[in-house]
């Protein structure tokens, strides 16, 4: 299923300014941190799973706004 770069846009920009979604975010990133420090230094697997989780929290925001900024016409640069 492809989706239009307007649409994605949109819902991208609803997401960014929804605060119940970045509070939820927040939550979940908050968690996966807290979880990482109690957990024993030997389960690396565990520890790998956390981090990664924290890596999406951390890089959600910025992939919504490469959404919006794709959907942005672009400006060509005119000479002076």
Known sequence: MTMDK???AREAVR???DPVFR???ARIR???VE???QTPAAETD?????QALARA???LPSELEAMI???QPRQVPRAV
């Open 35 to 37: 979880r990482m420090i």
């Open 69 to 71: 900024q794709s959907a």
């Open 15 to 17: 997401l960014r300014d």
């Open 6 to 8: 307007e649409f994605l």
């Open 30 to 32: 908050g968690d996966a």
């Open 23 to 25: 509070e939820a975010l």
């Open 46 to 50: 565990k520890i790998t799973e956390l």
């Open 57 to 59: 929290c951390d890089r």
